[in-house]
C-alpha cells in the first residue's frame, strides 16, 4: 500500500500571502490530521477530519482551516500568512477507528516544509 | 498547547548499549504511540498499545503501557548508528479522537 502523501513537499511565501497544503491518505483510511511542527512548540495539533467532517480541532487562529473530500484527500488552507506560520506541516491518516474500543494508529506523510518571509 | 512529558530530551550513547525513555502524564490515555523521526520527514510508527499493561516488540525495541495508562516506556536494546534520530510518543486522550505528543527525545549514537 502507498503511504501518506503530501504536496507540495516544499513551499516559501510571503507575509500576508494564504496557501493550500494537500494530503492524500492511505488507501482505506478515512480519518486525516494535520499537525504544525516547529523547533519551539513540537508537534501541534491542528485539526481532524473523518467522512468530510471536522471531528476534533486544535487551538489555532481561525486563519487555519481544512476540509476533506469525499475520497478522503484532504487539504489545509492558511490565509494572511505569518512569520510565526513558518513550519513543518505534517498530515497524519487513520482507518476507521471504534471509540469504545480503544483508539488507532497515525501513521505520518513526509510534510510540507513552508517558509513565510 | 498540550504536550506530554518526555524524558530525557536528548542522549548520547555509545554502540551497543541499551536505551530507555518515558511519557508521562496527568490525564488518562487509550492509546500510545511512539515513532522516530529523521531530519526533515515525517514521523514513522515503530510501537502502538493499546491496553494498560501492554508490553510489545518490534525487532529491537520494546514499548510498554504503563498499568496507569498515565505513561508509557520505550527500550531500544544493542543500538546501532540507525538509530540516530528523534523518538515521540503520542497519547490518545481517554473520550476523544485526539492525539498530544510528547517534546521528543533526541538520540545520538556514538560508534
Known amino acids: 500500500k502507498a503511504g501518506v502523501t503530501q504536496t507540495p513537499r516544499y513551499l516559501i511565501k510571503t507575509r500576508g500571502q494564504q496557501v493550500t497544503l494537500s494530503c492524500s491518505p492511505i488507501?482505506?483510511?478515512?480519518?486525516v490530521s494535520w499537525y504544525q511542527q516547529t523547533p519551539g512548540q513540537g508537534l501541534q495539533f491542528l485539526f481532524e477530519y473523518f467522512s468530510e467532517t471536522q471531528r476534533n480541532k486544535g487551538n489555532f487562529p481561525g486563519r487555519f482551516s481544512g476540509r476533506q473530500f469525499s475520497n478522503s484527500r484532504s487539504e489545509m488552507n492558511v490565509s494572511t500568512l505569518e512569520l510565526g506560520d513558518s513550519a513543518l506541516y505534517l498530515c497524519?491518516?487513520?482507518?476507521?477507528?471504534?471509540?469504545?474500543?480503544?483508539?488507532?494508529?497515525?501513521?505520518f506523510g513526509p510534510g510540507t516544509r513552508l517558509t513565510v518571509t | 498547547g498540550q504536550q506530554l512529558n518526555q524524558s530525557p530530551q536528548s542522549m548520547f550513547i555509545q554502540e551497543g548499549e541499551d536505551v530507555s525513555m518515558n511519557c508521562t502524564s496527568s490525564?488518562?490515555?487509550?492509546?500510545w504511540l511512539w515513532y522516530k523521526q529523521d531530519p526533515g520527514e515525517g514521523p514513522v510508527l515503530l510501537i502502538a498499545?493499546?491496553?494498560?499493561?501492554e508490553l510489545t516488540s518490534n525487532g529491537r525495541l520494546t514499548a510498554q503501557f504503563g498499568i496507569t495508562r498515565k505513561d508509557s516506556f520505550l527500550n531500544i536494546s544493542a543500538s546501532i548508528p540507525s538509530d540516530v534520530g528523534i523518538y515521540f510518543c503520542?497519547?490518545?486522550?481517554?473520550?476523544?479522537?485526539?492525539?498530544?505528543f510528547g517534546t521528543g527525545t533526541r538520540l545520538k549514537v556514538l560508534a
Open positions: 490525564s488518562i490515555f487509550n492509546t
Open positions: 497524519a491518516s487513520s482507518p476507521e477507528g471504534i471509540l469504545s474500543a480503544g483508539g488507532y494508529e497515525q501513521y
Open positions: 488507501s482505506g483510511h478515512r480519518s
Open positions: 503520542a497519547g490518545q486522550l481517554a473520550g476523544t479522537y485526539k492525539y498530544i
Open positions: 498499545l493499546y491496553k494498560a499493561g
